[in-house]
């Protein structure tokens, strides 16, 4: 575990762990903040969910895709991603 304190004054956590239950060989993260939180899965590349605090709170799923700015500095494996086409 690690903590930090950010430019703007915020802290950070980070924990990194090894031993989990369930899905075996799991590459992921989740941000969470003060009005809501990102979590990304390296088995689901092209899915961005994200959590909404406030008087509706909820995840939605984000579909990333070649629109998406950096979307392809981003994609580790376009090979993968399902927006890519093959021909």
């Given at each position: 575990?690690?903590?930090?304190?950010?430019?703007?004054?915020?802290?950070?956590?980070?924990?990194?762990?090894r031993?989990?239950?369930?899905?075996?060989?799991?590459?992921?993260?989740?941000?969470?903040?003060?009005?809501?939180?990102?979590?990304w899965?390296?088995?689901?590349?092209?899915?961005?969910?994200?959590?909404r605090g406030?008087?509706?709170p909820?995840?939605?799923?984000?579909h990333?895709?070649?629109?998406?700015?950096?979307?392809g500095r981003?994609q580790?494996d376009?090979?993968?991603?399902?927006?890519?086409?093959?021909?």
């Open positions: 575990m690690s903590l930090a304190r950010l430019a703007g004054g915020g802290r950070a956590i980070f924990e990194v762990s031993t989990m239950v369930g899905s075996h060989c799991q590459m992921a993260f989740e941000v969470h903040g003060t009005d809501g939180a990102l979590a899965d390296f088995q689901r590349q092209n899915e961005l969910r994200r959590f406030g008087a509706d909820g995840w939605t799923t984000v990333a895709g070649p629109g998406h700015g950096e979307f981003f580790p376009a090979a993968r991603s399902r927006w890519v086409t093959t021909t």
